[in-house]
């Protein structure tokens, strides 16, 4: 975003923000426009590129804000007295369903996101996805008792990591789009929680 947008009054910018929500939840990265921002926001299109680089920039700026929000409500509703790494995971699992049930745009602008494989910015959004929760994992891994694990931490973060992705690859072939936060919940948890007690199972003192 260039400086301009900084220097925006906090009502414009959240203006243009909630304008972009509106038009990537309806939308994949290619069908969206930039036109329907425009109107929605009611600025000009010479308005618009006097705060924006390009679309790509929009939108990833907007993903970024609300890749961080699901985070900072992740970090601030999640039982940090919770010292099994697995259990932990399955309340993060919680608190991010939970926000979603209350920002439904939101959860349609990270449905489209990261499971249209035809954006050209798709693997930007895996990546910036993955900084910020090595950004917030010191802090969402407090208290966790590795103590009572075979394999060290590092090592169950890593084979995590590959099993999710994984999953995730998997799951794209079969996700409609359309489902609600709930069916979404419904689907994902039970696969998530046999992924999560596989681990746990083989790791477990």
Known sequence: MKDTFYRLSEEKKLNLINSCIKEFAKNTYDNTSLNSIITEAKISKGGLFKYIEDKKDLYLYVLGLIMKDIIEYQSNNVDMSISCFFDRLNTLSDCGFDYYKNHELEFRVMMNAFYDLASPCHKEVIIMSKN?????????????????????KENILKI????????N?????????NYS???????MKKDVDLIINIIKSGVKK
């Not at 090595?134 to 891994?141: D, G, I």
């Not at 936060?181 to 689907?187: A, D, I, M, T």
């Open 181 to 187: 936060v709930e069916e979404l919940e419904k689907v």
């Open 169 to 177: 690859f998997a799951f794209i072939r079969k996700l409609d789009l």
């Open 160 to 167: 995590l990591e590959y099993m999710i992705d994984g999953y």
């Open 132 to 152: 910020l929760i090595k950004k917030y994992e010191l802090y969402l891994l407090e208290n966790i008792d590795w103590s009572q694990y075979k394999e060290n």
